[in-house]
């Protein structure tokens, strides 16, 4: 199994061993959605597995966003 955790950047790595991450509200966190298989588009065959985050996970998402929004850019 592959683990995605955020590197010293801030982007996502993949690492063996380990629970899949999602970014909500600036943390990552383990998402607590279904796993779901990503087709590779040349083979047309699953190529990876990646976790989804659950209702709560996305309202929470969506509020940092449109919190974001409304603060403006830097």
Known sequence: MTTTK???TGSAVTEPGGAY???VDGAWV???GPMRAVNDKFR???GAH???ADADQV?????AAQA???RGAP
């Open 44 to 46: 047309l065959q699953p």
């Open 30 to 32: 383990a998402g607590k």
């Open 68 to 70: 974001a929004f409304r």
């Open 50 to 52: 990646v976790t989804t």
């Open 21 to 23: 991450r999602i970014l």
């Open 6 to 8: 955020p590197s010293e």
């Open 59 to 63: 309202t929470q998402a969506v509020a």
